[in-house]
């Protein structure tokens, strides 16, 4: 089995607990859902930096990573159906699926 990684770009912070306990709960639902497929549940991202050519450095980027997550699946396919209960897309946000090569 191959390994995917799940970039997730925005979303937001909810603004109350309640906000907050319903995102995580979405989340958690989510993960469990997924769970025999999870190799590193990842983390949520906060300050990033961009490098550009000639070193220049730029707060945050185009599309600014948020977080990840490393799943395994037999196929690109297959970790597509796993991304697709993903809460970050009800929250205004994306995810990005790329295959991890074996160096």
């Keep these: 089995m191959a390994k995917y990684v799940f970039a997730y770009h925005g979303g937001s912070i909810p603004e109350t607990e309640e906000e ?3 995102v995580m709960a979405s989340w958690g ?6 769970g025999p497929s999870i190799v590193d549940m990842g983390a949520p991202l906060s300050q990033t930096r961009t ?14 990573l948020t977080g990840y997550t ?5 196929s690109i396919d297959a970790a ?8 970050i897309r009800d929250d ?12």
Aim: aromatic share 4%; charged share 25%; proline share 4%.
């Design 20 to 22: 907050r306990q319903k």
């Design 70 to 74: 490393i799943v395994s699946a037999e």
């Design 80 to 87: 597509l159906e796993l991304a697709l209960g993903c809460p």
């Design 29 to 34: 639902a989510w993960f469990e859902s997924i």
């Design 92 to 103: 205004g946000g994306t995810l990005e699926v790329a295959e991890c090569v074996d160096m």
């Design 51 to 64: 490098i550009s050519v000639g070193g220049k450095v730029t707060e945050g980027g185009d599309n600014p």
